[in-house]
Each structure stands twice: as structure tokens, then as C-alpha cells.
């Protein structure tokens, strides 16, 4: 796998996005273009060593599967959580013992829980009956992590409708049942909702997942194994800090014992900061009120909602531009509409903006658009999805 990956272009100090523009010959180009800084991930995964020494981080590879991304993270150290087969492929063809894998998705089609018990991918999680009896059935000697249901009262994707049990009922009777089958429960996991707003939800979830350690033990099952889901944020690094301090303090009330291990499942706290997506404006057109004044000035981009863009739509984001105009502080601004490349008029990146005047072939630059983005994007209506360059500090 790893001869086959992208080139890592080095830089000093700091990444030079407009020297990069300027390299990449992008006005000669129709498809947008992914800027990626690798160091970017590396620093956060010292922040996360730093702040949650105790949690060992394990990548939720659905938020962005760029191998160069799983691969970096891999050598970096950090575990993985997987959703399917292929996502489970890929993190083991990086050499990831299975170990550092959790197969965090509670409704798995057999053959992928056949291709985790063939690779030695141990534990998974549990939300229901049928899933504790297809273990029993495909893969009985794997250890069931039984996720409960608590969810933050504030977040940008709420995951509660699908997935997770109830605390209380619902999971003891889980292991019961998976008592009553000689199956292995070792623990529990939540997620409190991806881009969690309610910091004090994972205080909440901690003190419930004690509640079922306590009966997994009644029950005599050795709990060793909490998985407290994702949620972090993507570029806020202070929220983080907050986050880390009510972890923290929660873990160490209720699971003071270091024999249990702890584990998170965060996304989009690697990798949503990483990316830049450049796009070029091919088409403009102005809209002017009965005066003639000029109201707003409607852009086409090169990549949409159907491409990088979808994170609007799928995962609420809102989306911020930066143009690349010099001196243009004193430029009046307008009223600007963005709209992505295809047909559809669903295709609306944005319609607050204020930009100054910008003309065909001129570029905008997203930051932020690392994190559910590119995995889910498609060429709808015949264009490229983005492609994308690599970069890293020479030392950070
Ligand atoms: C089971 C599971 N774990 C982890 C994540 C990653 O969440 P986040 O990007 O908020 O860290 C998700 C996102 O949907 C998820 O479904």
C-alpha cells in the first residue's frame, strides 16, 4: 500500500499556501485542490498525548480515509476505529496490530465480521440482541462492548436515533443475554454526538458507563475497556483544553483503576484542521435591485456540494472563505453568493458572504475541510472531485 501513496512535499516553518497556489498552476485547472498539512495532525496527536495521557486515541477512519492521513496516524501510534471491512483492510495493511482496532459499528453485515474474526479484530461494539446473537453465531470468542445511549444536549451530528442502548434496561439486559450465551462482555462505549457543544455530556456518560461496569461485575465479567465514542473539536483547541479537564477529572472519579483501559474514537479533532480546499471561480454573474445598483454577485465554483462541499449538507458545517486578493482592505465589499459547479440549484455553498469584487479565474480558499469531506464526495453532473497535495514541517 504504502509504494503506491501520494508524494509529502517538506516545508520550514510554516506551510506558504499562497506560494502553493502559485506553484500548482491553478488557473490552468478545472479541478479544486485539497492542500493538506500532515503536521497539522502530528501537533494535535501531541496535543492529545498531553492533555489525555490516559486515553488512547483510536482514529475514526469514516471521518477521512486518505491512506496517507491512516498511515501517518498509524506510525504515529495511535489506534483505530473501524466501521466495515474495507476501512478495516486498510488499517491493518499499514501493519496496525489488531489489537489497536475497535470495530465500532453495532450493526455489521456478517462478511465483515467474518473478515474481523479471520484478521483477529477482537472487540466491537453491541447494541442489541440480534447483533448478540449474530456474535454468538459468527463470532462468539470476541469481546462485546455494549454501547449505551447519552447524548450531549447540543451537536452538530446527533448519533443517538441510530445507534446506542439504553443505560439502564436496555444494557443490562444485553449482558444478560450475553451471560445466558457464554458470550465475553469487557466493557462499555458512547458517543455523545459529533461536534459536541454540551462539554458536560461526557461527565454524564462516564458516570453511566460506571453503572455498567458495576453490573457487567455483578454478572462476573472482568470490565477492563471504556470507549468514550468522539465529539472533540476540529480547530478549537481551547474547547479541547475543556473537554480534556472534565475527562479527565470524571475518569479519574469513577475509574480510578488503570487496569481499565480508555479509549476515544475522535475524527474530526485529527484531521478537520488539515485540509485547505482552493477553489477557482469560473463563472459570475450580478444581481442588481430596479436602480440598477449592484445587489449581490453570484460566484461558480469549481467544487460543491456534491464534491467537498457535501459537509454542508451531511455534517452541518458551515463553511468559511478566505480570497486572495492583496490590499484589498479598502476594496468595497458585496453582498456574495457561492454556488457550486453542477445543475442543481441545491448546489449553494454559501449565501452570507461579503467579498470584495472577484472576477473570473480569481480563487477562494475553505479551511477547515478536513473532516467529512472527501470520503463522501462524488463527480455528480461529470465534475472532478478535488485532488489533493501533501505537506509536512521538516520539524514541528
Ligand atoms: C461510532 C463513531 N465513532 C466516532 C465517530 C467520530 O466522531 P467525531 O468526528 O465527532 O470525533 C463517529 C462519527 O460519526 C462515530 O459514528
Known amino acids: 500500500m504504502s509504494s503506491e501513496l501520494p508524494e509529502i512535499k517538506y516545508y520550514e516553518r510554516e506551510l506558504n499556501v499562497r506560494q502553493i497556489i502559485e506553484d500548482s498552476n491553478l488557473q490552468d485547472l478545472d479541478q479544486a485542490l485539497n492542500i493538506c498539512d500532515l503536521s497539522s495532525v502530528e501537533r494535535k496527536y501531541q496535543l492529545w498525548k498531553k492533555l489525555l495521557p490516559r486515553i488512547m486515541p483510536c482514529y475514526a477512519v469514516k471521518c477521512n480515509d486518505d491512506p496517507v492521513l491512516v498511515k501517518l496516524l498509524a506510525e504515529l501510534g495511535a489506534g483505530f476505529d473501524c466501521a466495515s471491512k474495507n476501512e478495516l ?12 482496532i475497535i470495530f465500532a459499528n453495532p450493526c455489521r453485515p456478517v462478511s465483515h465480521l467474518d473478515y474481523a ?13 440480534f447483533e448478540v446473537y449474530k456474535l454468538h453465531k459468527h463470532y462468539p470468542e470476541s469481546n462485546l462492548i455494549v454501547r449505551f445511549k447519552s447524548e450531549a444536549k447540543e451537536a452538530q451530528c446527533p448519533l443517538g436515533d441510530k445507534f446506542g442502548c439504553d443505560a439502564d434496561a436496555d444494557a443490562t439486559a444485553l449482558m444478560l443475554l450475553a451471560k445466558s450465551l457464554d ?39 472482568d470490565m477492563d475497556f471504556l470507549d468514550i465514542g468522539g465529539g472533540f473539536p476540529g480547530s478549537d483547541d481551547e474547547k479541547f483544553q475543556k473537554i480534556a479537564d472534565i475527562v479527565n477529572t470524571s475518569v479519574e472519579k469513577h475509574f480510578p483503576d488503570e487496569r481499565v483501559q480508555i479509549i476515544a474514537e475522535p475524527g474530526r479533532y485529527f484531521v ?17 435591485n430596479e436602480a440598477g445598483k449592484l445587489d449581490t454577485v453570484m460566484y461558480y465554483l469549481n467544487d460543491g456540494v456534491y464534491g467537498s462541499f457535501n459537509c454542508i449538507l451531511y455534517d452541518h458545517q458551515v463553511v468559511t472563505a478566505q480570497h486572495y486578493l492583496d490590499d484589498a482592505e479598502n476594496l468595497p465589499k458585496f453582498k456574495s453568493l457561492i454556488w457550486g459547479p453542477s445543475c442543481d440549484a ?10 470584495p469584487n472577484l472576477n473570473r ?34 520539524q514541528i
Open 272 to 288: 478537520a484542521a488539515a485540509f485547505t480546499l482552493i477553489c477557482k471561480i469560473h463563472a459570475r454573474r450580478e444581481i442588481r
Open 346 to 355: 441545491l448546489d449553494k455553498i454559501s449565501e452570507d458572504l461579503r467579498l
Open 89 to 100: 483492510k486498510l488499517v491493518l495493511g499499514f501493519d496496525v496490530s489488531p489489537e489497536r
Open 117 to 129: 474474526k479471520e484478521n483477529r479484530v477482537a472487540n466491537g461494539t453491541v447494541d442489541n440482541e
Open 361 to 394: 479565474g480569481d480563487l477562494l480558499g475553505f479551511p477547515n475541510m478536513g473532516a467529512y469531506t472527501m470520503p463522501i464526495a462524488s463527480p455528480f453532473n461529470g465534475f472532478e472531485i478535488p485532488k489533493t497535495l501533501y505537506f509536512r514541517a521538516i
Open 183 to 221: 458470550l465475553t462482555v469487557t466493557g462499555t462505549s458512547f458517543h455523545v454526538g459529533s461536534g459536541c457543544s454540551e462539554l458536560e455530556a461526557y461527565d454524564r456518560a462516564i458516570k453511566k458507563a460506571k453503572n455498567i461496569f458495576k453490573f457487567g461485575e455483578l454478572l462476573g465479567y
